[in-house]
């Protein structure tokens, strides 16, 4: 299977614009989490999705935004940019137990899988 | 909230040396993965360890849940497990899911 692709790999904003971040997750896979990685705060959880809809969101001001279509793939929007946005954004998939949803009191057995990343600086 | 400490912060090796990190965690976790960092930033996953021992060619994990910690054994280290390696934990409170909460990391650099 092709693993989990971001794009574009890289790119240069200023301050104030908006950006829009791509996650194509592996195929059959269903659950979709971005991370932000700072050399500051390490890799912090942003949130996941899971057929299209958002289960679980991290600490992140409301700037920061995602959305997940039918086919899984995931996107994620920052708007008016700051300079401390600049950062490493990674996208993981996983295919939890059943594919239906989180059950209660089940040790999990998903493994996720980490795309590329993409490198977004903020000048 | 959950904590996850990793140790060494650093370490350096000279090629064909053992080397064991760690990783310790404050409450109970339902998921934990060990992950390398290649200089270009790719995640890979190592282990999904939530307890039990696991071994893959060089490398081995070890996870003692009861007592929370979880380890890392690399044997026989080469240049190309130059990174950082991650430890990351999932709570898993009420089925949620998908939010893995790192450590800082070790830093490893294999010397040739």
């Known amino acids: 299977k092709a693993g989990v692709t971001q794009t574009p790999r890289y790119l240069i904003k200023t301050r104030g614009q908006q950006v829009t971040l791509s996650c194509s997750p592996i195929s059959g896979h269903r659950s979709v989490s971005w991370y932000q990685q700072t050399p500051g705060q390490g890799l912090q959880f942003l949130f996941e999705?899971?057929?299209?809809?958002?289960?679980n969101k991290g600490n992140f001001p409301g700037r920061f935004s995602g959305r997940q279509f039918s086919n899984s793939r995931s996107e994620m929007n920052v708007s008016t940019l700051e300079l401390g946005d600049s950062a490493l954004y990674l996208c993981?998939?996983?295919?939890?137990?059943?594919?239906?949803?989180?059950?209660?009191?089940?040790?999990?057995?998903?493994?996720?899988?980490f795309g590329p990343g993409t490198r977004l600086t903020v000048l | 909230g959950i904590q996850v400490e990793q140790s060494p912060p650093d370490l350096i090796l000279q090629e064909g040396a053992n080397s064991t990190l760690r990783c310790n965690f404050s409450d109970s976790v339902n998921n934990l993965q060990w992950f390398h960092q290649n200089p270009w930033g790719q995640l890979i996953n190592l282990f999904y360890?939530?307890?039990g021992t696991k071994q893959n060619g060089r490398l081995s994990a070890t996870t003692v849940a009861t007592e929370r910690y979880s380890l890392l054994y690399i044997s026989s280290s080469q240049t190309t497990d130059s990174g950082v390696y991650f430890c990351a934990v999932d709570l898993n409170y009420g089925g949620s899911q998908g939010n893995l909460i790192f450590g800082k990391g070790t830093k490893l650099s294999v010397k040739p």
């Open positions: 993981a998939s996983s295919s939890p137990p059943g594919q239906g949803g989180p059950i209660k009191g089940t040790q999990r057995t998903d493994t996720q899988y």
């Open positions: 360890i939530p307890s």
């Open positions: 999705y899971f057929s299209e809809t958002q289960r």
